[in-house]
């Protein structure tokens, strides 16, 4: 019913930048929160940086004044840019979105994309 797309991931050098995007598609009444989390080898998921709907934003202390979280509520797309990227930021990156299902009764899900991974070398 819902997907969750997600491009930019890549290689990069250490200070260089790169710009994930994830767009929604599928049977979508409304769009809420979206966010990005990362998940290294051997660490937990953990959240970069959610985007209300009312544009709010919160960042995980490690990228705050780096990494810059918005969204196009017309094609119901979040993006990340991710500048003075470093090798800690090495991972794979995954959006995440609150989306209200346009069925007969509109119930609001949780879902996943599939994960784009961001290297970073030194």
């Known amino acids: 019913q819902v997907q969750l797309v997600e491009s930019g991931g890549g290689l990069v050098q250490a200070g260089g930048s790169l710009r994930l995007s994830c767009a929604a598609s599928?049977?979508?009444?409304?769009?809420?929160?979206m966010g990005w989390y990362r998940q290294a080898p051997g660490k937990q998921r953990e959240l970069v940086a959610a985007?209300?709907?009312?544009?709010?934003?919160n960042y995980a202390d490690s990228v705050k004044g780096r990494f810059t979280i918005s969204r196009d509520n017309a094609k119901n797309t979040v993006y990340l840019q991710m500048n003075s990227l470093k090798p800690e930021d090495t991972a794979v990156y995954y959006c995440?979105?609150?989306?209200?299902?346009?069925?007969?009764?509109?119930?609001?899900?949780?879902?996943w994309g599939q994960g784009t991974q961001v290297t970073v070398s030194s």
């Open positions: 995440n979105a609150d989306i209200v299902v346009a069925t007969v009764l509109p119930y609001e899900y949780n879902y």
């Open positions: 599928g049977s979508i009444f409304r769009v809420n929160a």
């Open positions: 985007i209300t709907s009312g544009d709010s934003t």
